[in-house]
T-cell receptor, first 116, second 115 residues
Framework: EADIYQTPRYLVIGTGKKITLECSQT?????MYWYQQDPGMELHLIHY???????EKGDLSSESTVSRIRTEHFPLTLESARPSHTSQYLC???????????????FGPGTRLLVL | AQSVTQPDIHITVSEGASLELRCNYS??????LFWYVQSPGQGLQLLLK??????LVQGIKGFEAEFKRSQSSFNLRKPSVHWSDAAEYFC?????????????FGKGTHLIIQP
C-alpha cells in the first residue's frame, strides 16, 4: 500500500490568493512528481524532483513553483491564483530509476482546486 | 513526442461480463507501458506494467494486458467484471531512455458496470 498524502483534498479560493498544495510520502522515495489533470483530460507532468534541493519543470508549462527541502515533502505553490489554475493536481513518488529501469510511481489522492 | 490514445471515453458492461479497454501509443521504440485505475476520490493505483519479455502481463484484481508491437497496442482485459471495477482507467507510457521519468497518459476510459 502506497503512503503518499495530499492536503487539502479540495480547495476553493479567490483570484489573487497565494496557495500551497502539500504532498508528503513516507516511503523514502527520492523522486517526486506533480501532475495536472483538467476534467476529462489526460494527466500532464508539470514538476519533478530527483531528491532534496532538486526541482525540474515538466512537459507542461505551469505558473506554479515547487520546492524540495526534505525528502518526504514536495509542496506546490501558486503565488497568485487565477481561474485558469482550476484543475486537479496529483502528486506521485517513486524510487530512483537506477539500473533496474523505470520504477513504479505511486500517486496521492489529488487536490481539486477551484479558483473563483 | 510520445502520445497515448484511449479511443473509448465511456464503456458500459454488465456485471459478470468480460471487459476489454483499448490503448494505443505512439513512440519511436517500445516504451514502458502501464495501466492505472482511479476510483472516485482516490489516487491512481497501478494495475499492471510491461517493460519487456512476455507480452501477456498479469496484474492485480484479475486484470491482464497484452502488448502487441505490430499494433502499438496495450489493451486491458478482465474475464468477468465486478461492480467494484467501476472507475476511471488510464493507460500510460514511460520512456525507457530515462530522463524525467514522467508518464504520458491517455485521457482515460470511464467504466460503468450495469447490475
Amino acid at each position: 500500500e502506497a503512503d503518499i498524502y495530499q492536503t487539502p483534498r479540495y480547495l476553493v479560493i479567490g483570484t489573487g490568493k497565494k496557495i500551497t498544495l502539500e504532498c508528503s510520502q513516507t516511503m523514502g522515495h527520492d523522486k517526486m512528481y506533480w501532475y495536472q489533470q483538467d476534467p476529462g483530460m489526460e494527466l500532464h507532468l508539470i514538476h519533478y524532483s530527483y531528491g532534496v534541493n532538486s526541482t525540474e519543470k515538466g512537459d507542461l508549462s505551469s505558473e506554479s513553483t515547487v520546492s524540495r527541502i526534505r525528502t518526504e515533502h514536495f509542496p506546490l505553490t501558486l503565488e497568485s491564483a487565477r481561474p485558469s489554475h482550476t484543475s486537479q493536481y496529483l502528486c506521485a513518488s517513486s524510487e530512483f530509476r537506477g539500473t533496474g529501469g523505470m520504477k513504479t510511481q505511486y500517486f496521492g489522492p489529488g487536490t481539486r482546486l477551484l479558483v473563483l | 513526442a510520445q502520445s497515448v490514445t484511449q479511443p473509448d471515453i465511456h464503456i458500459t458492461v454488465s456485471e459478470g461480463a468480460s471487459l476489454e479497454l483499448r490503448c494505443n501509443y505512439s513512440y519511436g521504440a517500445t516504451p514502458y507501458l502501464f495501466w492505472y485505475v482511479q476510483s472516485p476520490g482516490q489516487g491512481l493505483q497501478l494495475l499492471l506494467k510491461y517493460f519487456s519479455g512476455d507480452t501477456l502481463v498479469q496484474g492485480i484484481k484479475g486484470f491482464e494486458a497484452e502488448f502487441k508491437r505490430s499494433q502499438s497496442s496495450f489493451n486491458l482485459r478482465k474475464p468477468s467484471v465486478h461492480w467494484s471495477d467501476a472507475a476511471e482507467y488510464f493507460c500510460a507510457v514511460g520512456d525507457p531512455g530515462g530522463g524525467a521519468d514522467g508518464l504520458t497518459f491517455g485521457k482515460g476510459t470511464h467504466l460503468i458496470i450495469q447490475p
